[in-house]
DNA sequence: CTGTTAGCGCCTTCAG
DNA sequence: CTGAAGGCGCTAACAG
């Protein structure tokens, strides 16, 4: 059996009224008798109507299509969990408020300029861009946000103006929490501060909350850069870890990192993250970490999109976290 | 500096030519001249111009547009990085044969019924799905691939007809070599096999090049359902272990939870496992396993249902494996 | 080989 | 409050 394809002309006919009326009340226009929007309504359940998004976007001039930028680093020893997250985050939400969304690899785009970009962005009929985790270097991306032609959102990175906004959690706030609930009751004073990049905007956030910590503890910190990635964190670790007394890392895979070093070098220290993946259990360990629900944060980025392309003004928002410790997969507090 | 928009229209015009005429040639017609073709390629050119799929697609009704199906589930313990290499490999693929993929979770289309689901598609203007590991209990969406409405691939799971194609590695015989080589030269004999699914195409697959093996080499296999679950691996690991020489799992992630098990009852035994994901590494062994490049089946699976949509028929396509061994993200042989 | 003519399915003034 | 008419940007016969 095939659903054959009903169009607003069958609804109209069925309902009897003019195909500008069913129109009328898909698009829920105000001027629309309560009989006639019943007719109608009733015509469209019927019929299981379904109306045509192409034909409405090439109509309207709305496509409602957004474009998630994502950054995954391939061959990178990363985890797939995080840009998971955003992308589950962001369909469903999308989803919800009837949106179109396509997936972008940075990848696909890396070598195009500004107004390839935008081109390729404007013959998918693309209207807003979520960009997860725009970095500083990145002068093209950049320039796209700042030349306004789409309405942006950018996750973890800063950059608001009339058509962008900026979504994160406080990231100096979250490792200041962090770290000092880990350091607590403990007499560790030298301290091994794993970074993430230099010039990341969330790493230099974090970098603030720690120095802020260590100046209000007294702390004697020392700064490694691990660029997030497991191995770095673990050769620094093999590196200064011995005339350390802890460890606070700036992603959960670089304290994965620390953590196996340590037991390669058959010496303990207590190690602390941020990210909150579930990987972590694989670890074996428990540990203190920061807790960020990136589905959320995705789900909230598309809400404001969907704001921005309603005429709303770019705005800066800072979401919620946790602190958690976690081992095996289970939260234990 | 905005770009605007340019359409068919321009090009005609500058190119002094009926925008039919562009049409042509964007659209690869045989019967224009290569005078005109040279005019109006110079004019896109100029104008860097790029055709608006969206009205391409209302008019032609060939939209290219396909949907991805994934079956994402949350809140078990599952590994992101098989999906992820699905996506990626989608999506990469589908940008370079100038289609247009969308991704789709299978809670998001859970409720519906075979009607529903063809509408939602058609109402997106989907020709085409990609579906990954169709469970034998999904009736609904097995269904919607049986009436034909749409083209589909099915990734890991059987079902070739004149519209559907299925594409997988041999399972049975991946499980055949893998166990064979961990086994070789070993004296094990009593072996504890952790399957996937009850009613899992792939996992009955596997359990029967597992058999033929035992069958093979007089191996005394005990075999226990895990539903690729790293705790329901751990706890059979627990139960069963003991008394065996060796596990082979049916996922690496079940591999993971039996080697954490077996630390846990501080016993040695000897795992195999199945996958190849890079994950493995963070359970700190070495073990041998079935390497499945995800990206390059999704890649396949694209290019696959692009010749559906194209006339082709349906087929059963066989992708390659290898056996490996891998440590900490290290391949070693 | 090129241009003319109809639409695709829907939205949006604008009369009535 | 409703319907007729014109178009969104492009494709696809059909004439010429």
Redesign the pocket.
């Known amino acids: 059996m095939i659903y054959e ?8 006919g069925k309902a ?9 009340v ?2 829920h ?9 019943r007719k109608v309504t009733a015509a469209i359940e019927e019929l299981g ?8 976007a ?5 496509t409602g299509r957004i474009a998630l930028v994502l950054d995954v680093n391939r061959h990178a020893q990363t985890v797939d969990e995080i840009p998971m997250q955003y992308i589950i985050g962001a369909i469903n939400q999308a989803k919800e408020k009837n949106m179109d969304i396509i997936t972008v690899f940075f990848t696909m785009i890396a070598e195009m300029n500004v107004e390839e970009m935008t081109r390729y962005f404007q013959s998918q009929s693309i209207e807003g861009l979520l960009i997860c985790d725009l970095s500083k270097d990145d002068a093209i991306l950049r320039k796209l946000v700042e030349e306004g032609r789409f309405k942006c959102v950018l996750i973890d990175a800063p950059g608001v103006n009339e058509n962008t906004s900026s979504i994160h959690i406080d990231n100096a706030k979250a490792q200041y929490e962090v770290a000092k609930k880990f350091l607590i009751g403990k007499q560790n004073k030298k301290i091994l501060y794993l970074s993430g990049k230099k010039n990341g905007y969330v790493s230099e956030e974090r970098l603030n909350g720690m120095n802020e910590l260590a100046k209000e503890m007294g702390l004697e910190v020392l700064v490694r850069t691990g660029n997030f990635s497991e191995l770095e964190a673990r050769k620094l670790t093999m590196q200064y870890a011995r005339s350390k007394d802890a460890i606070i890392c700036a992603s959960d895979l670089m304290a994965i990192g620390a953590m196996k070093a340590l037991i390669d070098m058959d010496i303990y220290r207590p190690v602390c993250g941020f990210d909150g993946v579930s990987l972590m259990g694989y670890a074996g360990k428990q540990m203190h970490t920061v807790r960020q629900d990136f589905e959320q944060i995705a789900a909230s980025a598309v809400d404001e999109l969907s704001r921005l392309l309603e005429g709303g003004s770019g705005q800066d928002i800072v979401m919620p976290h946790k602190l958690i410790r976690i081992k095996y997969l289970d939260v234990i507090s």
């Open positions: 394809l009903v169009s607003i002309r069958d609804v109209a009897g009224v003019a195909i500008s009326t069913v129109s009328k898909l698009n226009y105000p001027n629309v008798s309560e009989e006639t929007r109507f379904v109306p045509n998004t192409i034909a409405s090439l109509s309207s001039k709305k």
